[in-house]
């Protein structure tokens, strides 16, 4: 029997991409009769350490401490542990929250004869550097600072490299959930083949049935001749907000009855209040929607959209295509790998320089012209290569037999 213990900051991933693929990779682990999975929460809703049955497994809960400081107190935290965890050969534990370095080296002190896995979800040069891996290269490889980044970004880039470093180094396997990161990992960051593994997120549809266009704008009050985007996830930088803010602003020159609906915190979109307010009219905030329902308000858009300078992986994307909407995206990192021009979505390209907003602005305007002019010949062969894809290669299974295939590697 393997032992799987699944470390997670309860309090990030209730916003994020990682909470998704807790919740889709954790059940799929749990049906295997070899495997024993345990969720440790960290920074859980609870006042004390505890265990409770799962439908997986199980949860070892741990409360807040030092204001959530988890990864400077990690000797606390495996003290709290041992009363729930031996350590064993059989034992692997598996992290996804960077940076993470002394955190491990507690946990090796502590469990000497357990195995660690890390996940690359992501990486600290991705967003100050809108995942621009030639600026990165310049900075890790050559030790030049690009003239277009900070002294203060590319102190702080190099650091968070020395840390990533660390904990790769003290880890038994780095998983990369796109080839994109893998070969990032190869050719800058120097790690070697046999510590690195290349795993696709797996993906679960929504189990709800497909509501009706019209009757999903009738419930959320959208009129049947409106023209409809819908942008999912947390509005910061690298998630190409602002370019699709100037984009959408300025379809809406020829096209009045354009609006982008635009599902994230409502805070954060205060920080493009000079780019909204010009058209405010053109969009529609929902703030943060719970993720069971979303398919209500991707059936009422025509449009996805995801303009992602860098993504890890890319969920909504998945969930609009998997919903039938013909999504328009970034040929950033990670959403390169997944999509392709004309074969399952509308690319728009980000340009060589991506500190060019007002170019990749008019890239997006042009993708989703593509998209919302499609014909629905067009809109089906797209849906149905994206639902081979989510099938197959993305498919909870087949992430669930490749993760197993490591755990057994290493036992």
Known sequence: MINLFFFDEYNSSIQNGIGTYRDILLPALGEINSLSVTLISLNSFTSKDSESERSFGHEIALPYIHDGDWRGHGAEICDMLKKYITDSPCNIFMLNHSPAADFIKNLKENYPKSKLIFTVHDQGWCAALLGSRSLLEEIILKDKRPEKVSENTFNNIKIYHKSELDIYNLVDKVISISPFMDNVMKDIYQISTDKRVMIYNGFTPFKTKKIRQATARRLLGFGADEELLIFAGRPV??????????????????????????????????????????????????????????????????????????????????????????????????????????????????????????????????????????????????????????????????MCDSYLGVFQSLM
């Open 237 to 398: 930088r690298h998630k190409g907000v602002a370019p699709l803010i100037m984009a959408v602003s300025e379809l809406r020159r020829t096209r009045p009855n354009l609006r982008c609906i635009m599902c994230g915190n409502m805070q954060t979109f205060a920080n493009y209040d000079n780019l909204i307010r010009p058209q405010a009219s053109a969009f529609v905030f929902t703030g943060q929607v719970p993720r069971d329902e979303l398919p209500l308000w991707y059936a009422a858009a025509d449009v996805g959209v995801m303009p992602s300078y860098s993504e890890p992986f890319g969920y909504s994307a998945i969930e609009m295509a998997d919903r039938g909407l013909p999504i328009v995206v970034s040929d950033g990192s990670a959403l390169g790998d997944i999509y392709h021009d004309n074969e399952n979505a509308f690319v728009a390209p980000i340009g060589t320089d991506v500190t060019k907003r007002a170019l990749y602005a008019q890239s997006i305007k042009e993708a989703i012209t593509r998209a919302l002019d499609s014909s629905s010949y067009i809109r089906r062969r797209l849906y149905r290569k994206n639902k081979e894809y989510i099938n197959t290669r993305y498919s909870a299974a087949a």
